[in-house]
C-alpha cells in the first residue's frame, strides 16, 4: 500500500553511468520532464568507462516518481540501479537503540554492573520495593504498547506493521521531552490477554502509554490497567488528541471570536479518539455536538449495538438530529475529524456558518485534502507535520509523561488534562496568533517545559504527587 501525500518528498536515484554515452543535461531534462527538481549529485563511484552516482531528487507525489524511474532506463548510457525513498531509509534497521550511561571498561565494572555486584542492589529494591524508581530505568522510561488494531487511519494492520509508529513515539519521548520508552506490540486482540500482559511488563516502567487500539476494547483496556495498576496509564489517541484538540479549538476560537458555549460542533468518527475529543469538550463549555460515524448521526431513538455510542447519544446532540454529514453540518461553526480521508466534501464545508473552523486530524489522509479546503476556511488544521496547525497528540504526550514522572504521578487525571491543555494554548501569544498559527509547533520548546509546569501543579492539587520533582 503506498500513501500518496499529495506533497513533496526526495528519492535518491543511483545511477549506473557509460562515462562515453551518458549525458548530465538529458538526464536533468528527463527529470524535470517528469516534474521533478535535482536537489543534489554525489558521486559514488569513478572509473574511466563508469561512473556510480546518487541523484537526490524532490518529487510530489507518486505518480511523478513513477513517471522518472520510466522515463530514466530510457537515455542512452544509463542504468537505473536503484531508487530509495528516503523516508525508507530512515527505517532501515529501526529508528531507535539501546545507549548506555556508563561504559564496562574492566573487570572491576563488570563486577559492578553485573554479577556479584548487582545482587546487593537486587536485594535493596526486594526489601524495599519504592527503590526500584532510585536504582533501575523505572523513573524515567515509558511502555508504548499497541495490539495494532487502529495505526493511525490504517485501521487494523497487525503488531509488526504498527512498530515503525511505535518507534517514532519513542523516539518523540526521547527528543522532546529526554522520557526513554520501549515500542512494545503485542500479537493478540483479546482484551483480558493485553490487560494480563501490561500488567505483567508494568514492574520495569514508570508509566504505559497506551496507543492505536481501536474502540471499543481501548476504552476497557485503559480501565482496567488505571485500576489495577499504580503508575500512570495513558490511551494517547483518546487522551492525548483531546487535550491537544481543546487546546487548539481555544485558540481558534479567539480568531473567529465565536463563544464556546454558542458553538455546533460536528464531530466524524465516533471511536477512540472522537469520543474522548467531545468528552473534554462538553467539560471546557461546548454544548452543541453532532457526532457521525459510518451510518450517520449518533441520535437517541435507536438502540446501538456499541454502548460507548448509546452513552454518546446522551451527552451529545440536544436536537437529535439525524442524517449524513451533509445533512448535519449545514451552518456548524466547527467540523472535527478523526475518522478516514476524503469523507468532507467542499460543499459541507460551504454549508458551514460563517467563519468556519475545520480541523481535518485523520492520519496520514486528512478527511478533506487542505489545499481543496484552504479557500473556503477560516482556521484549517491536520494532524500533519507537512502543512500549519499541526494538531496531533505529539504536542501532549511528551510533556504530560514528562510531567507525570517527574512528580511520580499516580495517574494523570482530568485536571492534568486541562492543565495541559490549557499550557499548550498559552504558547501562542495574542501577538503571534494568527489564523495559520493556532497551535505551537513540535520544535517550540516552550512546549514540553510548559505542559510539564502545569501537569505536575496539577497532580500536586490533586494529591495524585508521590514526590516534589527536581527543578
Ligand atoms: N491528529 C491526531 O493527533 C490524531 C490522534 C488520534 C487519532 N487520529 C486519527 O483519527 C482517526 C481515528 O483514530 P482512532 O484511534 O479514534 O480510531 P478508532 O478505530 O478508535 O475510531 C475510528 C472511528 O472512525 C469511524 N469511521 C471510519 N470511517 C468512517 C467514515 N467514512 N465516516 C464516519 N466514520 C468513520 C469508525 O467507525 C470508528 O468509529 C485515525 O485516522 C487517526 O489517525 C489523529
Ligand atoms: O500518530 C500520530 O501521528 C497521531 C495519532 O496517534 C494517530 O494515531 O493518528
Ligand atoms: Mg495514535
Known amino acids: 500500500m503506498s500513501i500518496g501525500t499529495g506533497t513533496s518528498t526526495h528519492i535518491i536515484m543511483r545511477l549506473q553511468l557509460d562515462v562515453e554515452v551518458f549525458s548530465f543535461g538529458e538526464i536533468a531534462s528527463c527529470i524535470s520532464a517528469g516534474g521533478g527538481d535535482i536537489i543534489g549529485v554525489d558521486v559514488i563511484s569513478s572509473s574511466r568507462t563508469q561512473s556510480v552516482r546518487d541523484i537526490t531528487v524532490n518529487v510530489h507525489g507518486v505518480k511523478q516518481r513513477e513517471l522518472i524511474s520510466e522515463l530514466l532506463p530510457k537515455l542512452k548510457g544509463v542504468k537505473v540501479l536503484q531508487i530509495s525513498d528516503r523516508t525508507f531509509l ?39 520495593p519504592e527503590k526500584a524508581y532510585s536504582l533501575t530505568i523505572k523513573r524515567n522510561t515509558v511502555a508504548v504498547i499497541s495490539d495494532g488494531t ?7 494492520i497487525g503488531p509488526s506493521a504498527a512498530m515503525p509508529v511505535m518507534e517514532g513515539k519513542a523516539m518523540l519521548f526521547k527528543q522532546l521531552a529526554n522520557v526513554d520508552s520501549f ?38 483496556i485503559e480501565e482496567r490497567l488505571r485500576q489495577e495498576l499504580d503508575i500512570p496509564v495513558f490511551h494517547d489517541d483518546q487522551h492525548g488528541t483531546a487535550v491537544v484538540l481543546l487546546a487548539g479549538l481555544l485558540n481558534a476560537l479567539r480568531i473567529t471570536n465565536k463563544k464556546i ?9 465516533i471511536g477512540a479518539a472522537g469520543i474522548a475529543c467531545t468528552k473534554i469538550l462538553l467539560s471546557a463549555g461546548v454544548r452543541n455536538i453532532i457526532g457521525i460515524d459510518r451510518q450517520g448521526a449518533i441520535h437517541r431513538d435507536v ?12 451527552m451529545t446532540n440536544p436536537d437529535n438530529l439525524k ?11 466547527v467540523f472535527i475529524g478523526v475518522s478516514a480521508p476524503g469523507i468532507l466534501k467542499v460543499e459541507d464545508v460551504i454549508s458551514m456558518a460563517k467563519d468556519p473552523i475545520v480541523f481535518a486530524m485523520a492520519n496520514p489522509q486528512p478527511e478533506i485534502d487542505p489545499e481543496i479546503a484552504e479557500p473556503y476556511v477560516r482556521v484549517l488544521a491536520t494532524g500533519r507535520s507537512d502543512f500549519p ?21 499516580r495517574e494523570i487525571n482530568e485536571e492534568m488534562k486541562v492543565a495541559a491543555a490549557q499550557a499548550i494554548a498559552s504558547v501562542v501569544t495574542d501577538e503571534e496568533l494568527s489564523e495559520s498559527y493556532i497551535i505551537p509547533s513540535v520544535f517550540n520548546d516552550k512546549v514540553v517545559e510548559r505542559v510539564r509546569e502545569a501537569v505536575v501543579k496539577a497532580a500536586n492539587q490533586t494529591g495524585v504527587a508521590r514526590k516534589e520533582p527536581r527543578v
Open 90 to 128: 530512515m527505517h532501515i534497521g529501526g529508528k531507535i537503540e539501546t545507549a548506555l550511561k556508563t561504559k564496562i571498561k574492566n573487570r572491576e565494572d563488570l563486577a559492578r554492573v553485573y554479577t556479584p555486584g548487582v545482587a546487593n542492589v537486587c536485594t535493596a529494591i526486594a526489601d524495599e
Open 150 to 156: 487502529a495505526v493511525l487511519g490504517l485501521g487494523n
Open 183 to 220: 515500542p512494545i506490540c503485542l500479537d493478540t486482540q483479546d482484551t483480558e490477554e493485553i490487560i494480563r500482559t501490561v500488567k505483567a511488563i508494568a514492574p520495569a516502567f514508570g508509566g504505559i502509554n497506551l496507543e492505536d487500539i481501536s474502540a471499543p476494547r481501548c476504552f476497557e
Open 261 to 269: 458555549e454558542d458553538i455546533k460542533v460536528v464531530f466524524t468518527g
Open 303 to 314: 438502540h446501538y449495538e456499541n454502548p460507548h455510542w448509546n452513552a454518546y447519544a446522551q
Open 323 to 333: 442524517g449524513s454529514l451533509s445533512e448535519v453540518i449545514v451552518e456548524a461553526d
Open 389 to 409: 496547525n499541526q494538531i496531533n497528540n505529539v504536542l501532549c504526550f511528551p510533556g504530560i509523561f514528562r510531567g507525570a514522572l517527574d512528580c511520580r504521578a
